[in-house]
Nanobody, 131 residues
Framework: QVQLVESGGGSVQAGGSLRLSCAAS?????????MGWFRQAPGKEREGVAR???????TYAESVEGRFTVSQDNADKTLRLQMNKLKPEDTAMYYC????????????????????????WGQGIQVTVSS
């Protein structure tokens, strides 16, 4: 059973930075795996934010391109999301996910926004950006 645990959220003023982490257990890191970050604001649909393939390539939603960076620790495979120049519209619950499907379609694909089950899905962590 895959377990993902996010940490590092909180409240920050616009223009500030936060770094999210996602610790995984029980996930089979084969030669071709994919992990990503999603977020959901109150009253809005879940949206893909960033993804990282096993080959190290990263893809971002246009709304965060140039401000967010996804990475992974080689030692323990912890997934990170460095968020800079945060905006009030970045306020949401952020989720870590693991599933090969994340890297099959664009990160902002609606199929990912509405996907019912992922191989691994975190409990979520709140990010609040005030103006």
């Amino acid at each position: 059973q895959v377990q993902l645990v996010e940490s590092g959220g909180g409240s920050v003023q616009a223009g500030g930075s936060l770094r999210l982490s996602c610790a995984a257990s029980g996930y089979a890191y084969g030669n071709d795996y994919c992990m990503g970050w999603f977020r959901q604001a109150p009253g809005k649909e879940r949206e893909g934010v960033a993804r990282l393939k096993s080959d190290g390539s990263a893809t971002y939603a246009e709304s965060v391109e140039g401000r967010f960076t996804v990475s992974q620790d080689n030692a323990d495979k912890t997934l990170r999301l460095q968020m800079n120049k945060l905006k009030p519209e970045d306020t949401a619950m952020y989720y870590c996910a693991a599933d090969a499907a994340i890297c099959v379609v664009p990160i902002t694909a609606r199929s990912l926004s509405t996907k019912a089950r992922f191989t691994g899905w975190g409990q979520g962590i709140q990010v609040t950006v005030s103006s």
